[in-house]
Each structure stands twice: as structure tokens, then as C-alpha cells.
């Protein structure tokens, strides 16, 4: 009797945990939706269609075309690069290293996820971005300098979780591979990472969402200028970047104000899209 009460109340407090939290994320859609009704309405295709963010001007304007094109550079080009590197990594860890050595590496590369986003983006502000205007770039913090940042912010992350997907993978796929005489690499790398392939993909999904709701780093290195950068090194600013920056000066309930939340809106609905990929992506999985 006392035991069907514990399981009651347990089942209890979890469906309550369970329906605030569901509560709380369709109140954040809510509230978002509510506070960008007058840009929608004010400024409407505008919104998508022009690149002059000039909201402090008179008059102002909110196009965030640009805002939007380079959320999704910074996320495409950040994904590109850390997703290859983290996967020879994982690789390398999950048939090559010994197991102190990988035991080490995993340990480490995990202390280094845990450093804060706004270190990361202290130390190359301070130590390399300098540089640039010596190699007569004209804009020390720039796309190139944000894409490094990020690169050293995700590439934990993205290199444990493609290491979780391929020693899920079981051992006699690997030892029936090796008996038929292939080599190692030939192995990890094609019967190995085929059989992880959803929880690899899960990475990829997950490592990209990381980058696209990353605030700091693209604030302090990307050099803050609402335009779409022609090349690496041009200055940009992305939807994160725009809110941080710019809602503290923003008047409560001004165009300016309701035009921040639509640019949350927009990254709440590339998060989401994301989060259902990678549902979908682990349903599959584990079928």
C-alpha cells in the first residue's frame, strides 16, 4: 500500500514536471507571437525582403534579411567545418586510441565544453583579433574570426557525441568486417559510421543548433555590421547578435522592441525545426 502511494505521487510529480514544462515552452511561443504582432503588422514583408536594419534611424527601418541570411551562413559554415573534424576525432578515439589515451581525451574535450562561450570569445578578441588589421584586413572582428570562435566552442561537443554514436555501434559488425580482411580506417568509416549513422546524424542536427542560438561569440567577434559579408572576412551580425546587443536600449512596447521579438521568433522556429530533426533522427534509431 505504501508502495502504490510512492508510485502515485512519483507518476504525479512527473506529470505535473511534464505539463509545466510543455506549458512553459507554448507560453514562450505565445509571448513571442504577442510582442511581434505590431512589426508584423507595421513593417510586415519588409521584415524578410530588405536588408536596412537601421532601427534608431529616423525614419527607422527593420529589414533583417540580412540578420537572417547570416544566422544561417554562420550556422551552415560553423556545421561544415567542426562536423569533419570532430568526426576523425571520434574516429580515432573509438578504434585507434588506447583506452587511457581515449579515457584522457574524453575527459579533457569535456572540461573544454564546460568553458564558458564568453572566455572563448575574450581570448581570441584579445589575442587575435589584432592581427587582422596587420594583414591589412580592414575589420578585426569579422566572419572568419567568429567561425574560429565557434569552432573551438562546438568541436567538443559535436567530437562526444559522434564518439557516443560509434561505440554504441556493436563489436561483432567490426570483427565480422575485419575477418573478411578490411582494414581499420576502411572499417570505422564505412561499416562502423553506417550503423551509427542516425545518432551521427543526431550530432550534425544538435552541433548546428548549438551554433545557430550562440549569442557571445558572434557578438564580440563578428564585428556587429547588418550586411551579408561577401567574403570571409567582412564584418556581419546575426539574430542572436541583434537581440543581445540591442534590446537593453530598445524602448518597452516600441516598433524596435517588437521587431527584437520577431527576430526571436524567427530563431525559435530554426530551433525547433532543428529539435524535431533530431527526434525524428533518434526515433529512427532506435527502431
Not at 51 to 67: N, S, T
Not at 123 to 138: A, E, Q, R
Not at 155 to 179: G, H, K, Y
Not at 227 to 232: E, N, S, T
Request: a positive charge; hydrophobic letters at 50%.
Amino acid at each position: 500500500m505504501h508502495r502504490e502511494i510512492k508510485d502515485k505521487t512519483r507518476k504525479a510529480l512527473m506529470g505535473i514536471s511534464s505539463i509545466t514544462a510543455i506549458a512553459a515552452l507554448f507560453g514562450i511561443y505565445y509571448y513571442l507571437v504577442k510582442e511581434s504582432l505590431p512589426a508584423i503588422r507595421s513593417v510586415g514583408a519588409e521584415l524578410f525582403l530588405s536588408d536596412q536594419w537601421y532601427p534608431v534611424w529616423e525614419p527607422a527601418e527593420f529589414g533583417m534579411r540580412a540578420l537572417i541570411i547570416n544566422s544561417i551562413i554562420v550556422t551552415a559554415l560553423g556545421t561544415l567545418i567542426v562536423v569533419p573534424i570532430a568526426y576523425f576525432m571520434a574516429i580515432y578515439l573509438h578504434g585507434f586510441a588506447s583506452k587511457k589515451e581515449k579515457s584522457v581525451i574524453r575527459r579533457l574535450i569535456e572540461y573544454l565544453s564546460g568553458i564558458p562561450s564568453v572566455i572563448i570569445a575574450f581570448v581570441f578578441l584579445t589575442y587575435l583579433s589584432p592581427v587582422f588589421p596587420k594583414l591589412g584586413i580592414y575589420s578585426p572582428q569579422n566572419l572568419l574570426l567568429a567561425l574560429i570562435g565557434l569552432f573551438f566552442l562546438t568541436i567538443p561537443i559535436s567530437t562526444v557525441l559522434i564518439l557516443e554514436s560509434l561505440d554504441n555501434v556493436p563489436r561483432e559488425l567490426e570483427e565480422a568486417s575485419a575477418a573478411l580482411g578490411a582494414l581499420p580506417l576502411k572499417t570505422y568509416t564505412r561499416i562502423t559510421t553506417k550503423a551509427a549513422l542516425p545518432g551521427v546524424l543526431n550530432a550534425i542536427v544538435l552541433t548546428a543548433n548549438r551554433i545557430v542560438g550562440e549569442t557571445i561569440v558572434v557578438l564580440l567577434l563578428g564585428g556587429g555590421a547588418a550586411m551579408v559579408p561577401r567574403k570571409l572576412t567582412d564584418p556581419m551580425k546575426t539574430l542572436t547578435a541583434a537581440i543581445a546587443s540591442e534590446m537593453p536600449e530598445a524602448a518597452r512596447f516600441s516598433l524596435h522592441y517588437s521587431a527584437l521579438f520577431f527576430a526571436g521568433l524567427v530563431l525559435i522556429i530554426f530551433s525547433t525545426i532543428f529539435e524535431l530533426t533530431s527526434v525524428a533522427l533518434l526515433r529512427r534509431s532506435r527502431k
